[in-house]
C-alpha cells in the first residue's frame, strides 16, 4: 500500500518494520529482514534491520555482529553508528558507546535526536568519573548539551535538565530558565525544580540580601506546587524540607500531622536526629504491613545509625525476603559491613553472587569486605575487575 502510494520500497519496508518492533510482531519483523536481505532495503543487505529485531529482543551479540556487518558495508551511516553505540552500551561497553555516539554525531551534525544521546551519554560519563572528571570533559559536555539545545529548542525536558546541569557554573541564568519554564509551563514539578535550586543557591548564599530573595522565591514556587496538587506526598515532603532547612521546626511537624504521609514523618525524623520519634512512627508502618520494604529500609538503616547489631540483622534478613531483588542483597550487606558484621555480609555477598553472576555491583562491597579482613591484594584485585 505504501508503495503503490509514491514510498520507496526501502522507505515502505523501514515503515513497517517499525511498526512491527513497536508491537513486538516478531514474526512480521522477521519477514521483513528477509525481504530486506533479498532487495538491499537497508543498503546493508538486511543486517541493519536485522541489527533492530535482535537489540528489541535484548539479543545483543546477535545485534552487535549484524551492525558490524552493516557498517563494514556502509560505512557512512549515522544512524548505523547510533544502533552500535545503543548495543555496546547494553553491553557495559561504555568507552565504546561514547566512541560510536560521537561519529553518529559528526556524520550527522543537524540530527536532535543524536544530539540529545549524546550530551546524556557525556553527563553520564562524567557523572561516574566524579571528582576525577577533567576540566576538557567538562567542557565537552557543556558545548554539547549547549548544541543539542540549540536543535531541540521546544524541548521542556532537556531544557530543564540543561539548567540542572549548569546550576553549579552559571546558577544565574540556571534560576532564569527554571522562571521561564514555570511561568510558561506551570507544573508541579517546574515548580519543585525551581523551589529546590532557589532553596540550595538561598542557602550557600553569603549575601544576607540574595539569600532573602532566592528563598522567597522558594517558598513563592513551593506555594505555586501546592495549589496546584495541594495532596501530592512530593509536595510536601519539598515543603516540610525547606521548614527544616530555615530552621522552622514547628511548621513542618504541624504540616507532616496533617498530611497522612507515615514515610515523610520518619524520613524527617532521621534527617534531625530525633531518632526514638522515627522508630515509632517506623514501627506504626511496620506494624501496618510488616512487608513494606521502604519501611524495612527505614528500620534497616536507624538499626545500623544506633549501632543495633541484632536489629539490624532481623530486619537485613526481613527485608530480603519481603522483596527478592538485587538492590535489597546489596543493602543488607553493606549495613552488616557498616556495623562489623564481617561473617553474615560475606555471606550475604556470596548468596547475592549465587543469584546475581552477571551483576557487578557486588563486586566493590566484596572488595570492602576483603579490606576489612585485612586481605589488601584480593581488594584491590576486586576494584580493578569493577573498574
Known amino acids: 500500500g505504501h508503495v503503490a502510494g509514491g514510498y520507496s520500497r526501502d522507505r515502505a519496508a523501514g515503515f513497517l518494520f517499525d511498526i512491527a518492533l513497536g508491537k513486538e510482531n516478531w514474526d512480521t519483523a522477521d519477514k521483513i529482514v528477509q525481504m530486506a536481505r533479498q532487495g538491499n532495503y537497508d543498503d546493508c543487505s538486511g543486517d541493519f534491520f536485522a541489527a533492530r529485531i535482535a537489540l528489541a529482543k535484548k539479543q545483543y551479540e546477535t545485534a552487535l555482529a549484524s551492525i558490524n556487518s552493516a557498517l563494514v558495508q556502509r560505512p557512512v551511516f549515522g544512524f548505523g553508528y547510533l544502533m552500535r553505540s545503543r548495543i555496546n552500551a547494553a553491553l557495559g561497553n561504555e568507552a565504546a558507546a561514547l566512541t560510536d555516539m560521537r561519529t553518529a554525531a559528526n556524520t550527522n551534525p543537524l540530527d536532535k535526536n543524536i544530539a540529545k544521546e549524546l550530551a546524556n551519554r557525556l553527563y553520564i560519563r562524567n557523572q561516574n568519573l566524579d571528582k576525577n572528571v577533567s576540566s576538557a570533559q567538562l567542557a565537552e559536555a557543556k558545548n554539547t548539551l549547549d548544541w543539542a539545545l540549540s536543535l531541540n529548542p521546544g524541548d521542556v525536558q532537556l531544557m530543564s535538565f540543561y539548567a540542572e546541569y549548569i546550576s553549579e557554573t552559571d546558577p544565574n541564568r540556571a534560576i532564569s530558565l527554571r522562571q521561564s519554564l514555570q511561568e510558561n509551563m506551570p507544573s508541579v514539578q517546574n515548580a519543585l525544580l525551581l523551589a529546590r535550586l532557589a532553596m540550595r543557591l538561598g542557602l550557600d548564599s553569603t549575601d544576607a540580601q540574595r539569600r532573602q530573595a532566592l528563598l522567597a522565591m522558594a517558598a513563592s514556587a513551593l506555594e ?148 576489612q579482613q585485612g586481605k589488601l591484594n584480593e581488594a584491590l584485585e576486586l576494584i580493578n575487575k569493577r573498574l
Open 224 to 371: 505555586q506546587a501546592k495549589t496546584l496538587d495541594p495532596q501530592n506526598p512530593a509536595v510536601i515532603e519539598a515543603t516540610v524540607e525547606f521548614y527544616r532547612q530555615t530552621d522552622q521546626p514547628g511548621k513542618a511537624e504541624q504540616l507532616l500531622k496533617g498530611a497522612n504521609e507515615p514515610q515523610l514523618v520518619w524520613r524527617y525524623y532521621i534527617k534531625t536526629g530525633q531518632y526514638d520519634e522515627a522508630r515509632k512512627a517506623l514501627e506504626q508502618s511496620y506494624k501496618a504491613n510488616p512487608k513494606d520494604d521502604i519501611a524495612l529500609q527505614g528500620l534497616l538503616y536507624l538499626s545500623e545509625k544506633t549501632g543495633d547489631k541484632t536489629a539490624v540483622l532481623k530486619y537485613g534478613e526481613e527485608l530480603i525476603s519481603a522483596a527478592e531483588k538485587p538492590e535489597n542483597h546489596l543493602l543488607a550487606a553493606q549495613t552488616y559491613l557498616g556495623v562489623g558484621l564481617i561473617k553474615e555480609a560475606e555471606q550475604k555477598l556470596a548468596s547475592f553472587r549465587e543469584k546475581y553472576p552477571q551483576d557487578s555491583r557486588g563486586l566493590m562491597l566484596s572488595a570492602w569486605l576483603s579490606m
